[in-house]
């Protein structure tokens, strides 16, 4: 399995972005996927998670009700739609495919990971 990451880049406080992954193989709609994100000089974090199917989703506090993670099993792609951006959004984000069918917010429940995509949030 590949997972491929786009979509980052430069945005000012409050502006939008949406970042894709798309994945290879035929296993993808069999796993939850997941957004994973790393801060300059910070540990890699957890962002958000969906369940094989897309019925179930979960979220870092720190991004709920800004966030939103979705995907289309029929293009093997799951999305990150990221509003009302801030600082602290910066960092690069990583998807990842899990090993298990329901969304999980700790890394090792992870297998397969892309190699990341940059966002740059402005003051």
């Known amino acids: 399995v590949q997972l491929q990451a786009s979509g980052g880049g430069l945005v000012q406080t409050g502006g939008s972005l949406r970042l894709s992954c798309a994945a290879s193989?035929?296993?993808?709609?069999?796993?939850?996927m997941g957004w994973f994100r790393q801060a300059p000089g910070k540990e890699r974090s957890f962002v958000a998670a969906?369940?094989?199917?897309?019925?179930?989703?979960s979220y870092a506090d720190s991004v709920n009700d800004r966030f939103t993670i979705s995907r289309d099993n029929t293009k093997n792609t799951v999305y990150l739609q990221m509003n009302s951006l801030k600082p602290e959004d910066t960092g690069v984000y990583y998807c990842?495919?899990?090993?298990?069918?329901?969304?999980?917010?700790?890394?090792?429940?992870?297998?397969?990971w892309g190699q990341g995509t940059l966002v740059t949030v402005s003051t």
């Open positions: 990842a495919q899990g090993s298990t069918s329901g969304p999980a917010a700790a890394a090792s429940r992870y297998t397969y």
């Open positions: 969906i369940s094989r199917s897309g019925s179930a989703t």
């Open positions: 193989g035929s296993t993808f709609s069999l796993y939850a």
